[in-house]
DNA sequence: AGTCACCTGATT
DNA sequence: AATCAGGTGACT
């Protein structure tokens, strides 16, 4: 489910809700959603306080006192909150944290595709390298963008979802940012005309901006995961329905195993 | 650059 | 029963 927006709303959740807290032990229901394996190691956070929550990319990042940090990517299905007692936590949750007040930290996720690392500063340092820049951050200017497409030849749309290119661009919003650029997403990489990729630029950015907003404002119920989708959204999941600036049907396409939808007269190739 | 694997649940 | 799912990494 979660592409930027929605990781950036878990992360702003959690820094409200346990910033600061102490854990006081780790369960882990689901062996495989941890690495390295084993109790032993996600163990170590026992006892430590979280001292700060970020975002890189899709990546959930904590640091507990002592200088041992979390990397937590949610797939397709994750989400991480905090419940008041472990007692209520769902059927899904595969890793939990109780903290010193009795509340829990629950990591819940139905696929189990998502993973919760125990990793060093080296490696945050190491992931940092190599993902491409923030589309929300002053780095990621129309320049920027512009070196990421030249000379590439790939269809732009899965470019555009590359986190080592751009990070955090995710299916949904790298369809809809498409759209509002009348880009076809089939299209090379390397020959968006520059003007285009200026409007591409603006419609990254205001495609996410206006989904951190809302997937936030969604995101306040712990354990369901945001409608943001549904709000706002001109051609994502909308095959058959009428593109709201032309009326001609929104169409689907596939690009590397995943849907594309597009308006195929607004996105002329 | 494309295909599959990872998993489970919802929908057709 | 079959297909689909908003992500990523490991193959070819």
Redesign the pocket.
């Known amino acids: ?3 930027l927006p ?1 990781v950036d709303a878990v992360v702003r959740r959690l820094r409200e809700a346990a910033e600061k807290a102490r854990v006081e032990s780790v369960v882990v229901e689901r062996a ?1 959603t941890v690495a390295p394996q084993g109790m032993e190691e996600i163990g170590v956070v026992a006892g430590r306080r979280m001292e700060r929550v970020w975002r890189r ?2 990546y959930i990042l904590m640091e507990f006192s002592g200088g041992v940090y979390l990397r937590v ?1 949610l ?2 299905t994750g989400n991480l909150y905090v419940l008041p007692d472990w007692r209520l936590r769902p ?2 949750a595969r890793v939990w944290w109780r903290l010193s007040d009795g509340r829990v930290m629950i990591y819940e996720d ?4 998502g993973r919760v690392h125990v990793v060093g500063w080296e490696e945050i340092e190491a992931l940092d390298r190599e993902l491409g820049p923030e589309p929300l951050g002053e780095e990621f200017t129309v320049g920027v963008l512009r070196e990421i497409l030249r000379g ?4 732009v749309k ?1 470019v555009l ?1 590359d ?1 080592r290119r751009v990070a955090g661009i ?3 919003y790298a369809s809809e940012a498409l759209w509002w650029a009348r880009i076809h997403p089939g299209r090379p990489a390397g020959e968006v005309a520059a003007g285009k990729v200026k409007v591409l630029h603006g419609a990254i950015r205001k495609v996410l901006e206006h989904a951190v907003g809302s997937a936030y404002a969604e995101y306040t119920q712990p354990g369901k ?2 409608e ?2 549904s709000f706002g959204v001109e051609v994502y999941g909308r095959e058959g329905e009428r593109c709201s600036r032309c009326g001609t049907g929104v169409e689907r396409m596939v ?5 594309t939808f597009y308006c195929r007269r607004c996105q002329a190739w």
């Open positions: 489910m979660p592409e929605e495989g990319a899709k990517h797939r397709m059927v899904g139905p696929r189990a595709l590439v030849k790939a269809p899965p979802m986190q995710g299916n949904i995961m945001a943001s989708e690009q590397g195993g995943r849907s």
